[in-house]
Nanobody
Framework: QVQLVESGGGLVQTGGSLRLSCVATGSTLSINVMGWYRQAPGKQRELVAS???????DYADSVKGRFTISRDNAKNTVFLQMNSLKPEDTAVYYC??????????WGQGTQVTVSS
């Protein structure tokens, strides 16, 4: 089992920045990909960014050039640096981990609100 705990959400004005962190505990050696998803009210949960154990990254088109995902394998932590935030980035952001055997784990979510 893997447990994920997020931090770093909050309220920011348009154009501002936030940094999300997610610490994994438990069976962390089983983790392959870590990432961030978000879900806005009335919308489906969507992938924001992900990073593999080898460092390969993937981003949603809507955040490319503004968000950066990084990972500290020694500390079992994944970060999401969010710059140039827009009101449409407002959502609950969830940390996600996928194991090498395709098991999936979720954090409890952290609210990000961008005011216009």
């Amino acid at each position: 089992q893997v447990q994920l705990v997020e931090s770093g959400g909050g309220l920011v004005q348009t154009g501002g920045s936030l940094r999300l962190s997610c610490v994994a505990t438990g069976s962390t050696l089983s983790i392959n990909v870590m990432g961030w998803y978000r879900q806005a009210p009335g919308k489906q949960r969507e992938l924001v960014a992900s990073v593999s154990s080898g460092g390969g990254t993937d981003y949603a088109d809507s955040v490319k050039g503004r968000f950066t995902i990084s990972r500290d394998n020694a500390k079992n932590t994944v970060f999401l640096q969010m710059n140039s935030l827009k009101p449409e980035d407002t959502a609950v952001y969830y940390c996600n981990a996928k194991s090498y055997t395709n098991r999936e784990y979720w954090g409890q979510g952290t609210q990000v609100t961008v005011s216009s």
